[in-house]
């Protein structure tokens, strides 16, 4: 048996095509979700993918996450539901709170793309199981918005409860505080971060390395073994 | 209240007397006359709005068309051209049943004034070109010119167009893979920013721009019209800057990405309906483009309602509705029984899409507002029938001079550490530097099919999963060869572009071109615009690649001071396997450098010349079209067979820029050793046409010189990528540190 996994749709967005290749390529079926759309149609899980939905009007994930779909994901992610938000999926997820803390633009006021190296800081989540904790990799970096912050005691919190689940290594793109890449909810469940391992499938595309597909075989192996 | 009466052509028929103000609209005396002449009475205000922009420089190429025809009539034989000139873009068989649409334009004049939303808008015209021909976008390039690096005035400029192309681009989420970055103080006041994109569809999802079919209605969708970019083409396109009159800054349009993204899915999704009888994009000339080009290219004629246009404003004449150039919007022609179906789609992109009008069974162009009519035209006397001048043009009288300052003849390095120096000052001078703090400000991974891009030679793009079919796209022009001789420079431009689609293993298939140049009532612009043409022309006929289409810009000058003329022309190629595709960057140590082609004694416009010296005279390097087509049929076997690992084009810095750039990009240097017959500074600073440098795996040694050998093609052994330095045996070595420190610091230096 496979894993049907969601890929919102919302104005906007603009690798979610991507998303559903690397679902593809991980060997699970991807399954395409609407934004005005409530039903999730039994997906078993959701990817919430990067652009810039609603042209980052207001703030970056602040209209998303009013999206019809965003109720059902808010009301299932806290029911277990997996959940994966990539860059502007993963400002949605904070504007939704089902993640801590916030994004601010980029320190340098620049949009920055880059091939950023990483270190898993958390293998233990529902997307990064197939990796080893302090694992490195290089996944492809592109945001205009990716300066992660939060109070001192949320960050606080997140170390110490292991929640930070990827840091940059070498250099800081954005200025996150931290060197924070991605965090993870308390339960795993739910993930975000700014890179974009769905760029990273394939050896001849991009920047030729394939360091994000364990994202997606990471979620395939929990759902099929569950 | 009173107020005057609306400029109908009943009231416009009855009071012949009243003058309307055609010169403020940018007509000529005897461009307004014609006018009269084919109306048979004096022009409605809103008539003489349409006429005036579509008769502009911008619009109806009334300067440039004599000479452009030259694409036509030399075009060559090639079964790859599904659409050539005079549509939105052109486009080209691929195989695998995939049509590939391409094109390159200016956006110069608006991006001196207001470099954001000058270059941002600059992307979404194009995209939109490529939109209306059916395709969905897959990438774009950005050939880009400022005046000196260290000017005052680039540091304004640049980084808008930089943040303006990044912001407009990354949020349609198109990969930007390649196009170039050049600084010379003769475009200083007058940027050249060029845009360029590519589309791909199959083939039985080829557009075209025409409303045909009575009754058929044509409906108006994407963002509402504004006040924005009212006049823009006429205005902004078609006069010299000059510091004496007032600001033009309200003529330039404002783009909104988010909404130009939404057209396109719901384009391509009513495409994929087949709910579209013909389709045109709004951008210069806004409405009286694209109702007189559908209407002029269908069968019938058309009706407009002016009154069902959704406002931004709604203080808008109608005059200003149909000249107002709001980005977003396109124009569709849909049966009847397909509009409920078309409009429910825009719909659920939240896109606001309205009937304006209907195709009818005449040949006119009627327009109505509040019940009167005020436009009724021949469509094609507006579209097509636009003004024609055999501009005077004559060859410079100090064009001899220019070439008898021959740069061969400037002194030379004397010493190893001399020849060091130069090469030290060539690789951190701002155009041969790295671009990387501008290319970084654009997304290059999006879509998940960018094989190549930036700084590579062409970018490449994957276009089916399963075979591994590619595109390929690289854009060149030399400004500096076109001075001295502006029909060998145009050549040397295609011939640039052409071997950097070879040189990654791609098969140059089809060009399109933006000529960039001063003002054509200069007779002396006049015949560089008239033998660029004439060398990209004949270039073009002997290559076998056909022209499919682009963009003239004229009046970029300031005062009597025109730029170089700047023919910027971009090849498109296909390969059958992207597995295959050849990078700049040295892959592995041990492998052997060979040298391709014949290295002469060329440094006129070179580099070297500029750097060094500050000069520019003599002569461009010599052109040999049949020699660059065997030299990229050497490269493209070569990928093919698997014979090299990496393959960098030689052009302006010479060869040793090549090799710095690969053996950076690698992280692996190089031992080159001069060869016989050559001293080491032409050997390293030449720009010779008709070269590659490329790394041989040793297994690959014979089997690679036998190829060669057997066809014709000069090769010569010149080195191995080897350590951490590029060391030219018997003269200097410089460390990747401390190139890479020089060569990726300069553009940050003066930018950041």
């Known amino acids: 048996m496979t894993a049907r996994i969601g890929v919102v749709t919302f104005p906007g967005s603009l690798d979610d095509r991507d998303t559903q290749r690397a679902i593809r390529l991980a060997g699970a079926e991807p399954v395409a979700l609407w934004h005005k759309d409530k039903n999730l149609h039994q997906v078993d899980a959701v990817v919430l993918p990067g652009g810039f939905s609603y042209g980052d009007y207001l703030r970056a994930g602040a209209i998303s996450r009013f999206s019809p779909v965003m109720e059902t994901v808010i009301e299932q992610a806290k029911a277990g539901l997996p959940v994966l938000g990539i860059c502007n999926g993963f400002q949605i997820l904070t504007e939704a709170h089902l993640l801590p803390g916030g994004m601010l633009g980029n320190n340098h006021l620049h949009f920055i793309c880059r091939d950023q190296k990483l270190r898993v800081e958390n293998a233990e989540t529902a997307w990064t199981s197939d990796y080893e904790s302090g694992q490195e990799i290089h996944i492809p970096l592109k945001n205009m918005d990716g300066r992660y912050v939060a109070d001192q005691y949320t960050l606080d919190k997140l170390e110490a409860e292991g929640r930070v689940a990827f840091r940059y290594l070498d250099f800081n793109p954005n200025g996150s505080l931290n060197d924070i890449a991605g965090i993870t909810n308390e339960a795993g469940n739910v993930v975000g971060l700014m890179p974009h391992p769905e760029h990273a499938v394939e050896p001849l595309i991009g920047t030729g390395r394939t360091d994000g597909l364990p994202f997606f075989t990471s979620i395939l192996k929990k759902l099929v073994n569950a | ?752």
């Open chain 2, 1 to 752: 209240m009173s107020r005057t009466p609306l400029d109908t052509v009943e009231h416009a028929a009855a009071t012949p007397d009243v003058e309307l103000p055609w010169a403020e609209l940018g007509l000529k005396k005897d461009e307004y006359e014609r006018i009269v002449e084919i109306l048979g009475r004096r022009p409605t205000g809103a008539e003489l709005a349409m006429y005036s922009v579509m008769w502009s420089e911008h619009c109806s190429y009334k300067s440039s068309k004599v000479h452009l025809r030259q694409f036509g009539e030399k075009a060559p034989q090639s079964d790859a051209l599904l659409v050539g000139i005079g549509e939105n873009a052109g486009v080209v068989d691929v195989g695998q049943g995939y049509a590939v649409t391409f094109k390159v334009e200016s956006h110069n004049h608006p991006s001196y004034v207001e470099p954001y939303q000058g270059a941002a808008t600059g992307v979404g015209g194009i995209v939109r070109d490529i939109i209306a021909m059916g395709a969905r976008p897959v990438a774009v390039v950005d050939p880009l010119r400022f005046g000196a690096a260290d000017h005052p005035d680039t540091k304004r400029v640049l980084p808008g167009v930089v943040a303006g192309i990044g912001g407009y681009g990354n949020c349609l989420g198109l990969p930007n893979i390649g196009g170039e970055v050049v600084f010379d103080a003769c475009y200083q006041g007058n940027p050249l920013v060029n845009a360029g994109a590519i589309g791909v569809m199959r083939h039985e999802d080829i557009h075209l721009a025409k409303a045909s079919g009575a009754g058929n209605k044509v409906i108006l969708y994407g963002a509402r019209t504004g006040g924005d970019g009212i006049g823009g083409a006429s205005i902004l396109a078609s006069e010299t800057f000059d510091d004496a009159k007032p600001s033009k800054r309200p003529a330039v349009q404002v783009g909104d990405p988010f909404q130009e993204k939404l057209l396109i899915e719901c384009t391509l999704e009513a495409f994929k309906e087949k709910l579209v009888v013909g389709i045109q994009d709004l951008g210069a000339a806004g409405l009286s483009c694209a109702t007189s080009e559908l209407a002029s290219n269908g069968s019938g004629g058309m009706r407009v309602t002016l009154d069902d246009v959704p406002l931004r404003d709604s203080t808008l004449s109608p005059e200003e509705i149909l000249m107002s150039e709001s980005q977003e919007r396109m124009c569709a022609v849909v049966e009847p029984d397909k509009v409920d179906r078309f409009l429910e789609i825009c719909d659920k992109w939240d896109v606001i899409a309205t009937v304006i009008g209907e195709v009818t069974d005449g040949d006119r162009l009627e327009i109505y507002w509040h019940g009167g009519k005020i436009v009724d035209v021949d469509p094609r006397t507006v579209a097509h029938d636009g003004p024609v001048y055999e501009r005077p043009y004559a060859r410079p009288s100090w064009q001899d001079e220019l070439q008898a300052d021959d740069a061969n003849k400037l002194p030379r390095p004397q010493t190893s550490e001399e020849l060091k120096d130069q090469v030290l000052k060539l690789v951190g001078s701002p155009n041969q530097a790295s671009k990387k703090w501008i290319t970084s400000q654009y997304d290059h991974f999006v879509q998940g099919n960018t094989v190549l891009a930036q700084p590579e030679d062409s970018g490449m793009i994957r276009v089916d999963e399963e075979s591994g079919l590619g595109v390929a796209i690289a854009t060149d022009g030399n400004g500096r060869y076109a001075k001295l001789d502006p029909y060998t420079g145009a050549q040397l431009a295609l011939a640039e572009a052409y071997r950097n689609v070879a040189t990654t293993g791609a098969k140059p298939l089809a060009v399109s071109d933006c000529l960039n140049f001063g003002s054509p009532e200069d007779p002396a612009v006049m015949w560089q615009f008239a033998e660029a043409v004439r060398g990209l022309a004949d270039g073009c006929q002997q290559l076998g690649t056909p022209v499919t289409g682009g963009n003239v810009s004229l009046y970029n000058q300031t005062g009597e001071a025109a730029i170089h003329p700047t023919p910027v022309v971009a090849v498109l190629g296909v390969i059958d396997d992207v597995a295959r595709r050849t990078p700049v960057a040295f892959q592995e140590e041990g492998q052997l450098l060979y040298l391709l082609g014949d290295t002469r004694e060329e440094f006129g416009g070179s580099a070297w010349s500029q750097v060094i010296h500050d000069h520019l005279g003599g002569l461009p390097p010599k052109v040999d079209l049949e020699r660059e087509r065997l030299l990229a049929e050497i490269l493209i076997s070569a990928s093919r067979d698997g014979m090299i690992d990496s393959a960098h084009d030689l052009s302006d810095g010479g060869l040793i820029q090549a090799v710095v750039e690969s053996a950076l990009l690698g992280g692996k240097g190089a031992r080159l050793v001069v060869p016989d017959g050559l001293d080491a500074f032409t050997f390293l600073f030449s720009e010779s046409a008709g070269r590659a440098v490329v790394a041989v795996p040793r297994s690959e040694e014979v089997r690679f010189n036998d190829m060669c050998g057997a066809r014709g093609l000069p090769v010569t052994r010149i080195g191995v990528v080897d350590g951490d330095t590029v060391d030219v045996q018997g003269e200097f070595a410089l460390t990747l540190t401390e190139l890479r420190e020089l060569h990726e610091s300069t553009i940050p230096a003066l930018l950041a």
